[in-house]
């Protein structure tokens, strides 16, 4: 029995180190756009937006509700900034190009409005973060776009 205690201990370390590099293959489909926004907020500040709903989803980027599992929207508290952080887990990869293209107009709007009207705002728009992963999209507008989109993709790894 004491020349077997190794080799199981062995064999077990050995499966569990198998077990933990395999087990995340299809986490990130379990994951909500709502968890990957919470990492984000923890590793970006957001405290000069305030959280959005549906209807200011709709309103800023023309989607349908019925092409959106989960979400997560934040903008800037005021109109003459143009900070934005949104996350969208598509209900299907099939809508994923349509939702990037809602977006692109959202984009596309913001930097003719601050173009000429705030020209520090209009460099964080051409700095934009818009990508996809999966059925997950980001969009965001920050001087931490960057750090934003580490996250993201730390995220759903």
């Given at each position: ?12 370390v ?42 200011k ?101």
């Open positions: 029995m004491k020349r077997f205690l190794p080799i199981m201990l062995a064999v077990s050995v499966a569990q180190m198998l077990l933990g590099c395999s087990g995340n293959s299809g986490a990130s489909e379990e994951l909500t756009a709502v968890e990957v926004g919470r990492y984000i907020q923890q590793a970006a500040s957001l405290d000069d937006m305030k959280q959005g709903d549906w209807e989803l709709q309103k800023l980027f023309h989607i349908e509700a019925e092409k959106v599992e989960d979400f997560v929207l934040y903008t800037a508290s005021s109109n003459v900034k143009a900070d934005e952080l949104a996350v969208i887990k598509a209900k299907d990869a099939n809508e994923v190009d349509t939702l990037i293209e809602n977006i692109q107009k959202r984009i596309d709007a913001q930097s003719v409005k601050f173009q000429g009207y705030r020209p520090e705002e209009y460099y964080l728009i051409e700095r934009h973060v818009l990508k996809t992963k999966g059925r997950f999209i980001l969009f965001a507008v920050s001087e931490e776009a960057d750090r934003m989109e580490e996250v993201f993709d730390e995220a759903l790894k």
